[in-house]
Structures are given as structure tokens and as C-alpha cells.
């Protein structure tokens, strides 16, 4: 059994809705108090899930609020759904991202010549089974993309959970066309075009939309992990995020259970789930290029 577990405030599809996480000694930062590596010698890691694969929810920790909930991503006033992008539905994958990572918006990346976006950095986890929002499972680290969005750079994590059945079979990018043919190419399609419907343009790539292997992954990743360490240790500027956490040592933001305890004591009670607006579960067709 993990553990880390989590209890919802507020009701989810709506603003109001919080998934705060647990440990063994009350509430955490999924941001900050769960390490990045499940085990580093074999370079394991932990990952956050936020959007179960096949649902359209944009769910994602929250770098703004305190400890850090998985709230429900807000734009010019709405929700956000990502829409079905024919042959999908939702995302492809479990998505998430790998707490105590930070994609700093100080630094312009010398492969992609654009700044990071501000967030942790994305995974998606690509295992046969659907997990929960809130779960906290191990992957093991396959490839990455480097998406441009908006202009500033936006790498996306292919992994797989190390209890899935083809792990042991999966050890670098090019492992999974062989075993998961076809994946690869829906995957960097998904992304290219999931904005479209909205009538924005398609996303753009680095390295002329390539993956790149593990061990380049496994850079960025180290990269973007002393990154969070500067964060956290108060070297850089937050950018409004919030660095609450009970376990960092060192960290100039460390706060006592009690505190922590007591803030989420303050939420809202759970709520029924409002519903989905009809309208996201429409079909999307996108003319080739």
C-alpha cells in the first residue's frame, strides 16, 4: 500500500475543489515532501498522478496555494477540459509530474533556446492501468519530448510504472515503438494538436519533435531537481509559489504538522460533484497538415 494518501475539499468540478495529501504524520506538500526518487539506484521515481488517463478534467498540483492541492486549472474564468481530439478521448496516458522538480522560468535552455515554464515536470505515465487522481505510483523513465508552448519550454516525460506487466521490457525510448507500436507518433500528435479546438495553432517542438532517450531524460530530470532545490532553499525568486513543506531540511519554508494540520481543518467539507458541461465530451476532427 502507498504511503501517501489524500481527501478532498470542496466539490470537484468546480473552483472550489482541493485534493490535499497525506503521510504518515498529517498533511504534505506533493510539490516538496515527496521525494523525486523512489529508488535512485535504480533511478526510480515517484509520480504524481492528476488527470487518470481517458478523462478531460485538467487537474494539477497547485503552485500557488498552500501545501500545494491538486485543484482544477481556471482560464479567463472557466474550468478547463481538454477536449476529444479524434481517435482520443481525454489524455492518452495517466498524467502527472514528479514532485521536487521545477522547470525554472529564469533560465533559458541552451537545446531549446526558450525559458521553463514555471511548473514541476510533466510525466506521461503510459502502463495499461488507469489510476486514480491523487495516486502516488513509481515509473521508471523512458524518454522525453520537448514541447514549445507559448514560448517557453515544456518537456514531457514518458515513463512507465515499474509493477506494469511490460516493464521489465521497456528500458528507453526506442523500446516502446517495438513493443507499443504506434504510440510514440499518437502521442506527439496528441500534443501537437490538443489546442487546436480551441482555435489556437499546434504546438511546436524541439529537436524536430524527436524523443530523446532515457539518459537524456534522466538529465533533465537531475536539471530540473536542483533546480527545486533552489527554489526551496530560498536562492530564487518563488514567482508566487508556494514553498510550504514539513520535511525539506534546510528549507527556509518548513512548517510544522500542526500548522499543516490546521490549514486543510479550514477547507470546505466535500461536496457532490458538479457536473460536467456537455460540451466536453464532443468529438474534435482536426484536418491533416
Known amino acids: 500500500m502507498s504511503k501517501y494518501w489524500?481527501?478532498?475539499?470542496?466539490?470537484?468540478?468546480?473552483?472550489?475543489?482541493?485534493?490535499?495529501?497525506?503521510?504518515?504524520?498529517?498533511?504534505?506538500?506533493?510539490?516538496?515532501?515527496?521525494?523525486?526518487?523512489?529508488?535512485?539506484?535504480?533511478?526510480?521515481?515517484?509520480?504524481?498522478?492528476?488527470?487518470?488517463?481517458?478523462?478531460?478534467?485538467?487537474?494539477?498540483?497547485?503552485?500557488?496555494?498552500?501545501?500545494?492541492?491538486?485543484?482544477?486549472?481556471?482560464?479567463?474564468?472557466?474550468?478547463?477540459?481538454?477536449?476529444?481530439?479524434?481517435?482520443?478521448?481525454?489524455?492518452?496516458?495517466?498524467?502527472?509530474?514528479?514532485?521536487?522538480?521545477?522547470?525554472?522560468?529564469?533560465h533559458t535552455d541552451e537545446r531549446t533556446q526558450a525559458k521553463g515554464d514555471n511548473d514541476p515536470l510533466d510525466v506521461c505515465e503510459i502502463g495499461h492501468r488507469v489510476h486514480p487522481r491523487g495516486s502516488v505510483i513509481q515509473v521508471k523513465p523512458l524518454g522525453i519530448l520537448a514541447m514549445i508552448d507559448e514560448g517557453e519550454t515544456d518537456w514531457k516525460l514518458l515513463a512507465i510504472d515499474t509493477s506494469d506487466p511490460l516493464a521489465e521490457q521497456l528500458n528507453d525510448v526506442s523500446d516502446i515503438e517495438t513493443h507499443m507500436p504506434g504510440f510514440l507518433d499518437a502521442t506527439r500528435g496528441w500534443f501537437r494538436n490538443y489546442k487546436v479546438p480551441q482555435g489556437k495553432p499546434r504546438n511546436e517542438f524541439a529537436f524536430d519533435g524527436q524523443f530523446q532517450s532515457r539518459d537524456f531524460a534522466l538529465s533533465i530530470i537531475d536539471e530540473t531537481h536542483r533546480s527545486w532545490q533552489s527554489l526551496v532553499g530560498h536562492v530564487v525568486d518563488r514567482n508566487s509559489i508556494s514553498c510550504d513543506n514539513v520535511s525539506v531540511i534546510g528549507s527556509a519554508y518548513k512548517i510544522d504538522h500542526s500548522e499543516a494540520r490546521e490549514l486543510v481543518e479550514k477547507q470546505p467539507a466535500v461536496q457532490p460533484p458538479c457536473p460536467i458541461p456537455p460540451e466536453v465530451n464532443q468529438w474534435h476532427f482536426i484536418p491533416a497538415e
Open 6 to 106: 489524500v481527501i478532498e475539499r470542496g466539490a470537484p468540478y468546480s473552483t472550489e475543489y482541493k485534493l490535499y495529501f497525506y503521510g504518515p504524520n498529517g498533511p504534505i506538500s506533493p510539490f516538496h515532501d515527496i521525494p523525486l526518487f523512489a529508488c535512485s539506484e535504480k533511478r526510480e521515481l515517484n509520480m504524481v498522478v492528476e488527470i487518470p488517463r481517458w478523462t478531460n478534467a485538467k487537474m494539477e498540483i497547485s503552485k500557488e496555494q498552500r501545501l500545494n492541492p491538486i485543484v482544477q486549472d481556471v482560464k479567463k474564468g472557466k474550468l478547463r477540459y481538454v477536449d476529444n481530439v479524434f481517435p482520443h478521448h481525454g489524455y492518452i496516458w495517466n498524467y502527472g509530474a514528479l514532485p521536487q522538480t521545477w522547470e525554472d522560468p529564469n
